[in-house]
């Protein structure tokens, strides 16, 4: 489970939402089940080389948003969604759908010729 979670402290982008998002993607995935436990928040801060407070940060958002659930006595898990999975995927696509999209129109790329771009490079 260490082994999926990777940050790049170089970006320019907090180690803590780098995190939180590579972990909704897990989960959203179906790399990570409903009711999977997590890895210490300790564990997780050796394994990235990080401040456990960062770690703790981004574990802490998780929950607050439903992806993940600490209970007093037990390790984090994940929780069980009862939101579409699908649309959570789309979701998580939108800021680099809309990046893609600025970018084509600054360059001059019709829908169509984007459309054949996607479907070139999904094979």
Do not use: C, F
């Not at 897990?26 to 436990?37: M, S, Y």
């Not at 801060?45 to 037990?74: D, K, Y």
């Amino acid at each position: 489970m260490l082994e999926q979670l990777n940050v790049n402290p170089s970006s320019g982008e907090p180690i803590y939402r780098q995190l939180n998002e590579q972990i909704i993607r897990l989960i959203v995935g179906g790399q990570w089940q409903t009711a999977q436990v997590l890895p210490s928040v300790r564990q997780i801060a050796e394994h990235l080389a990080v401040n456990p407070m960062t770690v703790s940060r981004a574990i802490q958002m998780l929950v607050e948003q439903g992806w993940l659930e600490r209970r007093r006595g037990q390790p984090t898990r994940v929780a069980e969604r009862q939101a579409d999975v699908d649309s959570d995927s789309t979701e998580l696509l939108t800021p680099q759908l809309q990046a893609l999209i600025a970018q084509a129109k600054q360059l001059g790329v019709s829908i169509e010729q984007l459309q054949d771009a996607l479907t070139k490079h999904w094979k």
